[in-house]
């Protein structure tokens, strides 16, 4: 696959764009990497995601595909046979877990953990990171259950769906801990998802994609900033 | 297949769970419909779905799936070689398509839609209402493309993915019209999506399944009225 047939417009902040990074590299395909500018968003991002007007955007020759999930998903059926791991799981009902997961993962983790961040008092920052944790306990279960199976991983012996679902949040996680000065992903609550976390970061197709988190803690500074100056008090 | 292996836990009146007994009408199978009470929930929608606590919830032998994108994707996995058409595309991209137009219609419109419902004054409901009809006119494009092509559903010359998941909240839509006295569905606005949203409701696997206008009335009205109970005003 020539490398300008495959283009990912997206940002190295953006844990939605590093899931496709991720499931790229777990295909072994080469792509160009294409910076948004974001703040202001590029003339590129409106006209190849009008509807949401988000990044990632995975461009496969001249397919468009947006949305993190959906672009992983497609990925994984395009390169299917091509010799490297699947991301998904092939069985329908394991498939649809997997799905489940992930889903759960966007609709119950993002918005607390964004409304966490940019909190101005340590009431609502406490009801939200609540909310984070009780995300955790729930994917404690689930791992726990895949390491009494033997396996490390939530996709098994190896890194699927779930793993590149959640584990593109981990450093926004370690970042938010710096800067709070909290303990959100806690060993002693969660200690099967603490070791998951660190042998995901250190996984051949994650590491050098999520971001450091030193690096992250001073963009992640300014990103709440924002947030706070554009959200009614 | 034998009935009591496969169980659909929902109600009548939720579009979500129309969505599953649509796809199981495509595929043609039978299954026991087991009402849920809701008001209180029952303890086995509790128990089957302790993450989200909602309808629909799909029993498939021990196999126990929720949110009705997953369970639809999940018939459609699993009952694919049994003569019956396919709900999802089989290529990639378009996969990804329908894929991102049900996650859009459940992120953009469900939520202006009861927002509208339930809004107690003209500038907000006109506010939501104008959400609900940005979703119609992009659907609008999707499906006058599909028209151009020949095609008279999204999925094509039969009903799939993204008819199944929006074509489930019509009849939530011609009940609202009904009862604020409105126009949603406009054929003036969206002349494709009205003569789809026709077609779409008098076929085989569909007909029988989405509610009747009149009786969703009813229901509706009481289900606004708890909502705006408990809404802070």
Redesign the interface.
């Known amino acids: 696959m020539a490398t300008n047939e495959l283009k990912l417009l997206g940002c190295w902040f953006s844990p939605f764009t590093c899931r496709v990074q991720i499931a790229l590299n777990i295909k072994g395909l080469e792509y160009d990497n294409i910076v948004e500018s974001y703040y202001p968003k590029s003339d590129l991002l409106l006209q190849s995601n009008p509807?949401y007007k988000k990044i990632p955007v995975f461009s496969?020759g001249d397919?468009i595909?947006?949305?993190s999930p959906?672009?992983v998903?497609?990925l994984d059926?395009?390169w299917k046979d091509n010799g490297a791991p699947s991301i998904l799981p092939s069985n329908?009902?394991d498939?649809?877990m997997a799905?489940?997961w992930v889903?759960?993962i966007d609709d119950k983790f993002f918005n607390p953990m964004r409304s966490g961040l940019i909190a101005q008092d340590e009431e609502s920052m406490k009801k939200h990171f609540e909310q984070v944790e009780q995300v955790f306990m729930?994917l404690e279960d689930v791992i726990n259950k895949c390491n009494n199976e033997g396996m490390e991983f939530f996709g098994g012996d190896k890194i699927g769906y779930i793993d590149i679902g959640f584990g593109c949040y981990i450093s926004w996680v370690r970042a938010t801990e710096k800067i709070k000065g909290i303990k959100l992903l806690d060993e002693t609550k969660t200690p099967a998802l603490v070791k998951w976390a660190e042998a995901f970061a250190v996984h051949p197709a994650v590491k050098g994609v999520v971001p450091e988190t030193n690096k992250l803690v001073e963009f992640v500074k300014g990103f709440v900033q924002r947030l706070v100056d554009a959200t009614p008090q």
Do not use: G, P
């Open positions: 509807v496969h397919k595909i947006c949305e959906i672009i998903e497609y059926q395009v329908a009902f498939r649809a799905r489940f889903a759960y729930r």
